[in-house]
């Protein structure tokens, strides 16, 4: 019996072209509507009820080539792009804001960074701004020269170049965290905005968008509080994201019991599931590239495909994930 489930992830979807910042990585809607042609032609959507039933007792019969659509980090493109055509289409979507940006009206540090990257055509400009605070601050924090840091974190990905990488990895969690924060937050107001309030209303979903969604249909579930690297905190500091997250998600109208977990960054350490499983969490999403068994995979640890995984145009024939999940005649 094929248990396999498609888990798909997205982040940005946005005329792009036409915003105030192109160079922001993400789907188009144009491309999102073409993608969304082309999974409902090869795949059968479910929704995360499904997942959980299908979790939850190993001899439910789930379709074949079952996909689940996921989003995360609240962005206002959800709402506005994402839900209209899901909702008219009957589908649902799972939808994985994180509390703080939408709480405190702050953006947060993996949005900033987002921007900063997309405001700066050369990003050897950002390098040597971090390099000029790291020569000023390397005594108060011991830090290692420059040269170890680029040679150490300069490591392209699927997505990014050397440069870009070296960049997110530096502020995200290779410097002292308040070091780090400043060194963001100077660059924002440089390269981005000083009004980060405005921003962030801009950018973000709000509450009551939220509940809206959630009552029509589509599922809210746990990103942490500050969209932190989980796997890099203490026990102490993990259970302080998970469980403010669950006290904003209780605002929204989701329940205590039964709901799911979307690791900000796909970091998540062994030390997290006791925590997880004791607070009534019954699936967690990563972000491993593959497709999902549910009868070998940790069901708190559930690997996801990118968007650009899957064609953006809906009359093409399957590609190599596609005939991956299996089912075919």
């Not at 192109?22 to 009820?49: A, C, S, W």
């Not at 959800?78 to 209209?84: A, D, L, R």
Request: proline letters at 4%; a negative charge.
């Amino acid at each position: 019996m094929n248990r396999n489930v498609t888990i798909v992830m997205y982040h940005f979807v946005r005329d792009l072209v036409h915003s105030r910042y192109p160079e922001i990585k993400g789907l188009t809607v144009e491309g999102f509507k073409g993608q969304l042609d082309y999974i409902k032609r090869h795949y059968n959507i479910i929704k995360m009820q499904d997942l959980i039933a299908a979790i939850s007792s190993k001899d439910l019969i789930i379709p074949p080539r079952a996909v689940l659509l996921t989003f995360d980090d609240g962005y206002i493109d959800h709402y506005t792009n994402v839900f209209p055509l899901l909702s008219n289409a009957g589908l649902q979507g799972s939808f994985f804001p994180s509390a703080r940006a939408i709480e405190d009206y702050e953006v947060l540090d993996v949005n900033k960074i987002h921007f900063i990257l997309a405001s700066v055509q050369d990003k050897s400009a950002i390098i040597k701004s971090i390099f000029t605070t790291l020569d000023e601050s390397r005594r108060q924090y011991n830090l290692n020269d420059n040269n170890t840091y680029y040679s150490e974190l300069a490591v392209p990905n699927r997505f990014d170049s050397a440069d870009v990488i070296f960049i997110k990895r530096m502020l995200q969690w290779a410097l002292p965290e308040d070091l780090r924060i400043k060194i963001t937050n100077s660059l924002f107001k440089k390269f981005v905005t000083k009004d980060e309030s405005a921003f962030s209303t801009e950018l973000y979903m709000n509450i009551d968008q939220l509940i809206c969604m959630k009552q029509n249909g589509m599922f809210i579930g746990n990103h942490c509080y500050n969209h932190r690297w989980m796997d890099k905190l203490t026990t102490e500091e993990q259970i302080k994201e998970v469980d403010m997250s669950l006290q904003f998600l209780q605002k929204i109208g989701v329940g205590e019991v039964g709901w799911v977990m979307c690791y900000p960054y796909g970091a998540y350490n062994e030390s997290m599931m006791p925590l997880l499983k004791a607070r009534g969490c019954v699936a967690g999403l990563s972000v491993e590239v593959r497709i999902a068994d549910l009868d070998q995979d940790n069901p708190l640890a559930l690997p996801r495909l990118d968007t650009n995984d899957l064609p953006k145009t809906g009359d093409l024939q399957p590609n190599e994930w596609t005939m991956k999940a299996g089912g075919w005649a």
